[in-house]
């Protein structure tokens, strides 16, 4: 479960990175500021887990019924190492023994043991010890401080002990085949639980980025949708997709298609229009990772129906490819600098209601900007007829 935490954890970090990949700034900021802590305390409580992993805990219950059923035995203490880790103050040590069942062939076991100043001065290499044998066949054991009553269950296996003491010195010490066969049996059950474990972390990770993306759906839909068309995960909002995403998301917003200027940049799209059908009064509104932003009252506001026109009424999409076609043989973070900016021309008849209004044909305009000058461009709303200014 702890392990899920952490990976759950890399989730929201992962997911925070890939929101401000792909979305507007910041977006996934808040994913990366979940994920660490969430990630580094599961890592923490991970790590002293499996450093405690091995110490045992006493178990009176089974203790006692290992006696009744005659699994006890005596232990030697072959060796006490310390792991260099400190529980309350007290040492977490290795303890190996070797120990010699009432019934049944020597076999070493080790375990993990924080001992306090009274454990350790009796838990020494080369003292003896009775166990009660937890599980039959299994290396698990515990120190078992006998009464009077257990004595003659241990008596056998300490008459054993003596035995297996003077032998121990002539041959090698082998675990038994049941012993063997049952850490064989862990072994296989813990490499099941391999692939089980890694789908489990997989889909933690995948949990974790959804919830930091979720909320960013249209950016992640932008992003794949761009994918599949130009190859890149970032959409360039001057082409497609993102310029047909930004003027939906609009329409679908205020509910018409009439607009006074579009902006279209690299990373995002400007786009003046009036609040809703039937009104003049004109918000500014920015959309930018996937999202429709209102940025309020537009600083210039038309003044009257002829100083808007349709978004179906340009050709969007030649727009970029007419910018390529001038500025091909500049270098190419200069062209990422370019900006689209589309509106009806200026009226500048003098005889007329609306001179100085833009009430004229739609256009756009475009500057490249090089080391030492800059040109000017003016091209008609189908994206023809370049003229530089």
Known sequence: MIRAFFFLGVGLIAGGFIGGYIGEPGAGAWGIGFGIPVASMALVFWLVSRTLRGIPSDNPVMAKMAVQAGRVGMARVEHVGETGTRVNERPLCDIELTVQPRHGQTFRTKFRRVLNFQTS?????????PVAILIEGGAGCQLHQTRGTERPELAEAADSFCCFRRRSAQSKIGET????DADQAIDRNQQAMVPARAVLYLVMICVGA????????????????????????????????GVSA???ALELKVGH????????????VLIDAPVGPGTLNTDSWQFRGGKLISGGPASTQPESEEELFRIRDVHWQAYWPAVQSVSSGLDKTITDDIGIFSERETNS????????QHTGDVIARFTV?????SIAYTMNGQGENISDD
């Open 121 to 129: 001065v009796a838990v020494i290499p080369g003292s003896v010890h």
């Open 177 to 180: 085949a049941t012993q063997r």
């Open 210 to 241: 959804v919830i930091v993306l979720l909320p960013m759906r249209g950016a992640v839909e932008l992003s794949v949708e761009s994918k599949e068309l130009t190859g890149s995960w970032i959409p360039d909002m001057r082409t497609e997709p």
């Open 246 to 248: 930004a003027l939906n």
């Open 257 to 268: 298609d009439r607009v006074s200027r579009v902006s279209l940049y690299k990373d995002f």
């Open 349 to 356: 008849d003098l005889g007329g209601d609306s001179f100085m």
């Open 369 to 373: 900007n090089e080391p030492y000058s």
